[in-house]
């Protein structure tokens, strides 16, 4: 029994090494190529609008400085979980039953 752990837990660890040289030998290829190949707003969006004289400008509100894009998300997962727990009766008790029940029925014998 003691063998067939250990064996199995030298594979679980053989899998991980696996997958940190699988990740450490890819990683480095995927971003040499992200940079010789531009996004579809560089190469598509970007040709089309010099095109018809539009010139690209600053965002109106700039989300790539510091965490304001996260604090955007974070405001609105706060908002949404306000809501669906304001709402979670309505969201949960079954719509076939009487309002004021859960959606359980209780056993009548």
């Not at 707003?41 to 894009?69: F, M």
Request: a negative charge.
């Amino acid at each position: 029994m003691k063998d067939q752990k250990s064996e199995i837990k030298n594979q679980y660890y053989g899998m991980i090494f696996l997958i940190i040289l699988l990740l450490s030998t890819c990683c480095p290829l995927l971003a040499a190529a992200s940079e010789k190949w531009g996004g579809v707003d560089e190469s598509v969006v970007e040709k089309y609008a010099k095109e018809q004289g539009r010139e690209a400008r600053e965002p109106l509100i700039n989300t790539d400085q510091g965490d304001l894009l996260l604090f955007v998300f974070l405001l609105a997962g706060a908002v949404g979980g306000f809501i669906g727990g304001y709402y979670w009766r309505t969201l949960t008790e079954s719509r076939a039953g009487n309002p004021g029940e859960s959606g359980h029925r209780a056993h009548t014998e």
